[in-house]
């Protein structure tokens, strides 16, 4: 709900009823509306702006947003506040909209854009008056730049100021020029003058030469300025005009107590008796009687007097030559007043003023986090110096700004003396069970500082909520506890990036380059996504948003210190990544996050061995993390130093310790699901483990590395670290039998790297063999002319090492015809077959027909076999998909149309395969509650192979499961139907089966 004040400043001031049409001017100010997105109206106090405008406004058209600005929005985040409350009248979908985004950190410009960018298609049109109180505020005027800059085409706004806005023309890019009405636009033609002195009942002044005297203006023709001999600049003591003019005759037409009343009542917007008694002035009402009967420039709503701005500006000037003593007991009084109103914020800054910050202390602490919430951090910082006199640990709320100050401005290390000033005063527990947030923060000051004890300590009585969840939350990146793996939904605020940081050492990276939901959570993510985009090998995308961040905003101290060093390494820059790295490491060290500055040192470790290839100096830093309690007690920071340590004992040498190291790194990554580092990790484990004799451990490394960039959604870091040791693929590729396998997907990446695989991979031969034969190579289908070829190619794949005699091949194609006929259709099924091969893929040796080694064969049949294998070792639902995964390939007849002996055993092996797959199939998917999918699976089997008697059972067990017990009866006299062609009667399995289901 807005305040009084806001209400204030979001309506259009009322027009007066003695002000004059002014057709003229309107019609020429809605022009300039009309045409332009930006109308500025530029003229001297008293020179008829606002009225203009706001009459204006009427006759426009288009809904009318208006915010009169009087200086208190130089707090950018109560400006932005102000706009969304003028703007909300109209579009009421932006309520709640700045303080949402504030929270989630963005900067205020950020946030101008963001209200801006909300408004849609909607015409209207948005007034902000008064401007020239800014003049002095640059981030004030930075706001209302960024945006205008953002406003959409049909959006119009006006601007009225006192003095040209020099920081438009290059702000507002998208403006060429920006209209202007002056002075002399505003200024009173004679008959408007004519008009104007008739309803201010002065018919005998000569319109005409009011207007030669004062130029028109406005203020100047009204209140006669010109009729007096005595008229001049420095008139009544002042040197300016118009506050000469108002001395001389305004106030001189009062009584000494009427103009004492008007000078002690300035600080108030709006005087009512009451209002004017809070401050001490006596007998208000009778004065302000008199005061209706005299001609001021001012307005009166009922019993509520409001002096114009101009009027009151020179007021709030005379008060200031009041003595010490009366202007301190005003600005009290005035304080007090604001504060039973609940204008905290303003009675704050009177106490403040005033000096009274006994009073103004428990305000402070009313409306501190509204302060906080509106990012407003110099006005807090402001506030908590000033106060620092009188302020103790017991005013948590003032505390906890502080703290917020601090991590706002990434000063951990004064995160972490709060806390502990908190801790000695006995009240840190306190202040963690008070609010979810500054539990979180205090945690994470001290994560950042090493404290392990402190975080658990705090997180122990930290108060529940979403900012503690994600404290929880980036433990796991500490240690291993299962209760703490997940994490919910962003919550668009500031510790956003501490859940988004935690999925990226999670290796989560898909899930980073997801857009958020909430617009408000963009700059939370953004730091991160970079990261996310760098792990996935995006370098160019990385860069660019890189740029687009220091071009807004400084990046932070993770961005800068850390990210930024990876990209310039990826970049292929090792001086800029050099450089990054030690200025980084200036800022890291003066924020006190020990943390990052160890990771700093993991960074120089990967430097020193991908640009250097010096082990020894990458120890030396590897050292200095390994030797500090946080190195050692924080998972994700001991896994990194590990892997990089790894890597520097595989190239000097020490195989042993490199393969203990990386086993350690692995395993604690895995439990942890800490997985950033796992492929690189697992592949210099896997050469560990070959080098040490350790062959079928190196495979499951090598299994680990592609599970985990599976994971991640990319195989960068994984290509990245085979770049060190090829034949790491190379063995890979020797034991594969599918040519279409990840390895050799990961194998043409990495030659397009420029780095060549011991094994050659020129050439990949697929087989198709179920419902049709298809040969591809390198991804090309090709067509041998004679049909004999395709089957020596598939019987040749079907071999383990890719060869065969003359002789078996002539028993296996030819039923054993050993004839010159036999023997010349051979070499010919040969010669097609190398016809549609690259050139030596197929080798004729003395009586053996081989395989070239650069030649990797796939085939459906090698491929079902692989698939169904691995099903073994599985469970449940994983199990299951495996199978599914392996039968959905023999999608027909196996080498259709061909007859060979070694075809149709072939073929009757694979279907045997087939039916025990099905069966298995459908014991899992009963095993897993799926009845549906096992009786279908049943009824597969059964199709070809009525005999098969477990597939009876399953059904009679399905049945019963879904309650049908006369389907279980139907079934097995079924079963008895079948077995009774070969003689034979269920088994007594199955008969205990029926009566176990009947019971």
């Known amino acids: 709900m807005a305040s009084r004040i806001i209400r204030r400043k979001i309506v259009p001031p009322p027009i007066p009823g003695s002000a004059v049409a002014r057709p003229r001017l309107e019609a020429q100010l809605t022009r300039l509306i009309q045409r332009n997105r930006i109308v500025c109206v530029y003229a001297t106090a008293g020179a008829g702006k606002t009225t203009a405008v706001a009459q204006t406004s009427r006759r426009i058209g288009r809904p009318t947003c208006w ?25 009421p979908s932006l309520a709640g909209l700045t303080r949402r985004a504030l929270t989630a950190g963005l900067a205020h410009t950020e946030v101008a ?9 909607r015409e209207l049109l948005l007034v902000l008056d008064n401007v020239e109180c800014l003049a002095g505020a640059r981030e004030a005027l930075a706001v209302i730049g960024a945006f205008l800059e953002y406003t959409p085409p049909s959006i119009r706004t006006v601007l009225v100021s006192r003095q040209e806005l020099d920081f438009l023309t290059s702000r507002v890019s998208r403006v060429a020029w920006l209209p202007v009405l002056g002075e002399q636009d505003l200024a009173f033609t004679a008959e408007e003058a004519a008009i104007a002195l008739a309803r201010s009942d002065f018919p005998g002044v000569d319109p005409e030469r009011a207007v030669a005297v004062t130029g028109g203006w406005v203020t100047g023709v009204l209140f006669e300025a010109w009729r007096s001999a005595d008229h001049a600049s420095g008139l009544g003591g002042e040197a300016d005009p118009l506050h000469g003019y108002l001395a001389t005759h305004i106030l001189a037409q009062l009584s000494e107590e009427e103009r004492r009343f008007l000078v002690f009542t300035a600080l108030l917007d709006e005087v009512t008796p009451a209002r004017a008694e809070a401050l001490g002035v006596v007998d208000a009402a009778s004065r302000m009687h008199g005061l209706r009967q005299k001609r001021l420039p001012a307005a009166w709503d009922g019993l509520a007097l409001r002096c114009h701005p101009r009027f009151r500006e020179y007021l709030l000037a005379c008060a200031t030559r009041l003595d010490a003593t009366t202007q301190r007991a005003l600005r009290v009084a005035h304080a007090r007043l604001l504060a039973r109103e609940k204008h905290f ?94 539990a979180a923060m205090m945690a994470w000051c001290y994560l950042h500082a090493g404290r392990l004890d402190d975080i658990r300590a705090v997180l122990a009585v930290g108060r529940s909520g979403a900012d503690l969840d994600a404290m929880r939350y980036c433990m796991t990146l500490l240690d291993d506890a299962p209760e703490r793996r997940t994490a919910g939904a962003l919550s668009g605020g500031p510790l956003d990036a501490l859940v988004m940081r935690v999925h990226y050492y999670r290796g989560d990276l898909t899930r980073l380059l997801d857009p958020p939901v909430l617009p408000w959570a963009i700059r939370a993510t953004e730091s991160w996504r970079l990261g996310a985009l760098l792990a996935m090998g995006h370098v160019d995308e990385a860069a660019e948003l890189y740029r687009t961040i220091c071009a807004e905003r ?107 190291c990386l086993r350690q790194a692995t395993a604690s990554m895995q439990r942890g699901q800490r997985i950033l580092s796992l492929p690189a990790a697992a592949i210099y484990l896997a050469e560990a483990e070959w080098r040490t004799g350790n062959e079928d451990d190196s495979d499951r490394a090598t299994d680990l590395a592609l599970a985990a960039a599976e994971q991640q959604g990319s195989n960068h870091l994984l290509l990245d670290a085979l770049t060190s040791f090829p034949l790491v693929l190379s063995r890979r590729l020797d034991a594969e039998p599918d040519a279409d396998s990840p390895w050799h997907e990961l194998g043409r ?11 050659p991979l020129a050439t990949t031969i697929q087989l198709t063999e179920f419902g049709r034969v298809a040969i591809q190579v390198n991804g090309r289908e090709v067509r041998p002319r004679i049909k004999k070829s395709y089957e020596l190619i598939a019987y040749l794949a079907t071999r383990r090492q890719r060869e065969a005699t003359k002789d078996e091949l002539v028993e296996a194609l030819f039923d054993g015809r050993h004839d010159d006929s036999t023997a010349a259709y051979l070499r010919q099924a040969l010669r097609k077959l190398r016809e549609v091969l690259p050139e030596d893929s197929v080798r004729a040796e003395g009586n053996r027909i081989r395989l070239a080694e650069h030649v990797v064969v796939g085939s459906d049949s090698g491929r079902l076999q692989c698939l169904v294998s691995q099903a073994a070792g599985l469970r449940g639902e994983d199990r299951l998909t495996a199978l599914s995964s392996a039968l959905s390939i023999a ?26 797959s099905r069966c298995e199939a459908a014991e899992t998917a009963f095993a897993t509650g799926d009845f549906r999918r096992a009786h279908a699976l049943a009824e597969e089997v059964l199709a070809t192979d009525p005999f098969r008697e477990s597939m009876w059972r399953l059904k009679m067990r399905v049945a019963d499961a879904v309650g049908d017990a006369d389907r279980v009866m139907a079934t097995y006299r079924a079963c008895e139907d079948a077995l009774r062609q070969l003689g034979a009667e269920p088994a007594p399995s199955t008969r205990r089966l029926r009566d176990d289901l009947r019971r």
């Open 345 to 438: 914020e303003e009675a704050v800054e009177e106490f403040l003023r005033a000096g009274e910050l006994g009073e103004a202390l428990p305000v402070a602490e009313q409306v501190v986090d509204t302060v906080m919430e509106r990012a407003d951090f110099a006005v807090a910082k402001r506030w908590l110096e000033q106060l620092a006199p009188v302020r103790r640990e017991k005013h948590i709320r003032l505390t906890g700004a502080e703290l917020m100050l601090a991590i706002s401005e990434e000063n951990y290390r004064l995160g972490v003396q709060i806390a502990d000033r908190l801790a000695a005063a006995g009240r840190r527990d306190e202040v963690a069970a008070s609010s979810s947030k500054l």
């Open 113 to 121: 854009g963001l209200l801006a960018d909300s408004l849609g298609d």
């Open 749 to 759: 990446a990495l030659m397009a790297r420029g780095v060549q695989p011991a094994a």
């Open 554 to 660: 400084d990046p932070g101290v993770w961005l800068y210190s850390l990210f930024s060093v990876e990209l310039q390494r990826q970049l292929g820059e090792p001086d800029h990544a050099w450089r990054a790295l030690l200025k980084g490491r200036e800022r890291l060290r003066a924020s006190g996050a020990v943390m990052l500055e160890l990771l700093s040192y993991v960074e120089e470790a990967a430097l020193e061995l991908r640009f250097n290839r010096d082990t020894a100096s990458a120890r030396v830093a590897l050292e200095r993390v390994q030797s500090h309690p946080v190195g050692r007690q924080y998972a994700f920071i001991a896994e990194q130093a590990a892997t990089w340590l790894g890597l520097a004992l595989l190239l000097d040498g020490d195989d042993q310790a490199a393969a203990r």
């Open 67 to 91: 915010l009169s600005v009087d200086g208190t929005e130089a707090a950018t985040g109560r400006l932005l506040s102000y706009l969304e409350a003028a703007l909300a009248v109209r579009v």
């Open 891 to 916: 999608s027909g007849e196996y080498l259709p149309e061909f007859q060979s002996p070694w075809v149709e055993q072939r073929r009757e092996e694979l279907a045997v395969l087939c039916t025990d």
